[in-house]
């Protein structure tokens, strides 16, 4: 099957002098067929790999080789690189081992499983990027995992990996896709995150955490940290369990230069300590026909009384001196309803935010409330 591949790609190789940006997904196993009929692309800038077997059974052989040799012939042209290694049976430490420098290298996309992120397990990957901390503007790293039954390593375990004590004087964007942790690990993530996130907090313009849902003093600690009215970042992502009044003041007070926020989070609250954080999947539920229904509804009464709450003192806020001109805000569960009053509330507080959502003010206040239970 993988043989037959390479003869619908030599057709498609004809046409590709100008090809600037190539994504190469197939299985490992059809690599070795691949590869052969690939020419050298004369202007290509951006290259993804993705590194996975077709079948449980298959040996790596020499194909990490053969595939570094393919991306070391574009070594003059190539500005963008991305692997991604999404099962735990592949060893990619011989591809990293294997590249050369490329000269115009300034972003890097990793995506590794996180039961190889253990510092005792060789994986290539600091030493790749040790060598090239000093070019890269762009540093994308997601983890993988763990696989069913398994636990993450601990917070303390992972950020004591090599790869996250690398210095990049010069990085601007930095994204990482995290575990979500159990609440007990909470006060280990903040120690761990915050100390790898605040070495670089004098450089940052961008900064995407994914994979983690925040408590409140989580974020506190992070932006404490990179915040202040000399703080660089212009724009931040992650997802907290909790829109409250008390993030929105952290914000505007740390990171006063923001011009970018993008948000997922639970529920809303005016007040938030961290000490009431759970995961919320209301959406689409009809509690009154649920058989756990006498279990939910304490905390769904409670969920309500905050969203109130919330809509309350929001509308007392006004942040004026806020540098916030776009906002993305995602409610990914359930808001008891107060969703599209808080939208009204939301343009009504931020009076020189542009878009929000993407959209004008009037067209995001007037959006109807999809967060609303069946």
Not at 60 to 85: E, G
Not at 173 to 199: D, M, N
Not at 320 to 326: F, I, M
Request: proline share 6%.
């Amino acid at each position: 099957m993988f043989k037959n591949a390479s003869s619908f790609l030599d057709a498609a190789w004809t046409h590709s002098s100008q090809l600037r940006t190539l994504t190469l997904a197939i299985p490992l196993e059809a690599m070795a067929h691949v590869l052969p009929s690939m020419p050298k692309f004369d202007v290509l800038e951006e290259l993804n790999l993705t590194l996975r077997f077709a079948y449980h059974n298959s040996e790596q052989d020499d194909i990490l080789t053969h595939i570094a040799a393919f991306a070391n012939h574009h070594a003059s042209t190539l500005t963008k690189l991305s692997i991604d290694t999404p099962q735990p049976n592949v060893d990619p430490s011989s591809l990293y081992q294997a590249l050369d420098l490329y000269p115009r290298l300034s972003s890097v996309s990793i995506a590794h499983p996180v039961e190889r992120l253990e510092p005792q397990k060789s994986t290539g990957v600091d030493s790749f990027l040790a060598k090239r901390a000093d070019s890269l503007r762009e540093l994308k790293i997601q983890l993988h995992g763990p696989v069913v039954d398994q636990f993450p390593p601990s917070p303390e375990v992972l950020f004591s990996h090599p790869i996250f004590k690398i210095p990049f004087p010069y990085l601007k964007v930095l994204e990482l896709g995290l575990c979500q942790w159990e609440k007990s690990f909470q006060p280990s993530v903040q120690r761990h995150l915050t100390q790898y996130i605040a070495q670089l907090s004098s450089i940052l313009s961008d900064l995407v955490l994914r994979g983690y849902v925040f408590s409140f003093p989580e974020v506190q600690e992070v932006v404490t940290k990179i915040g202040g009215d000399g703080s660089t970042l212009r724009s931040l992502q992650l997802h907290t369990h909790f829109l409250s009044c008390d993030l929105l003041d952290l914000l505007s007070r740390e990171l006063p230069n923001l011009h970018h926020l993008d948000l997922s989070f639970n529920s809303l609250s005016s007040k938030d300590d961290g000490s009431w954080n759970h995961n919320y999947y209301w959406n689409g539920l009809d509690v009154s026909s649920s058989c756990l229904a006498s279990e939910f509804w304490p905390m769904l009464i409670c969920i309500q009384e905050k969203a109130t709450t919330f809509v309350n003192d929001v509308r007392l806020r006004k942040y004026s001196h806020w540098k916030l001109r776009h906002i993305e805000l995602q409610p990914l569960h359930y808001c008891s309803g107060r969703w599209q009053t808080s939208q009204r509330l939301l343009v009504g507080c931020l009076p020189f935010v542009e878009t929000f959502n993407g959209q004008s003010k009037f067209e995001f206040s007037t959006t109807p409330d999809y967060t609303k239970s069946s």
